[in-house]
């Protein structure tokens, strides 16, 4: 990417126009980055890479709101144990395997 200072930019616009057509131009002022110029075309481009990806962020958000809200939750058959219940009957079972190891 080419840098020119505010100065060269307002002492060379035309220039800087014809080179921003072809790779993006960074404006400096006081040494900071400012702006950078790019091709109609290639912001265009961004532009719409930009919407295609806050569309999709809202279909992720949506199907994970519902997702959240139970939309796809599988109904658990009466008498089946919580996830709890076989987190702690494994935790008892890892216990007594590892005491009956030591012993």
């Given at each position: 990417?080419?840098?020119?200072?505010a100065t060269e930019l307002k002492n060379k616009l035309g220039e800087v126009i014809d080179l921003a057509r072809s790779e993006p131009v960074l404006v400096?002022?006081?040494?900071?980055?400012?702006?950078?110029?790019?091709?109609h075309?290639?912001?265009?481009?961004l532009r719409q890479s930009t919407a295609a990806i806050q569309k999709s962020d809202?279909?992720?958000?949506?199907?994970?709101?519902?997702?959240?809200?139970g939309k796809y939750a599988r109904p658990r058959p009466p008498g089946a144990p919580l996830p709890s219940e076989v987190f702690a009957?494994?935790?008892?079972?890892e216990k007594a395997l590892e005491e009956g190891s030591q012993r």
């Open positions: 990417m080419l840098t020119v200072t400096q002022s006081h040494g900071r980055d400012v702006v950078v110029i790019v091709d075309a290639e912001f265009a481009r809202s279909r992720r958000q949506t199907a994970l709101a519902a997702i959240r809200a009957a494994r935790k008892q079972v």
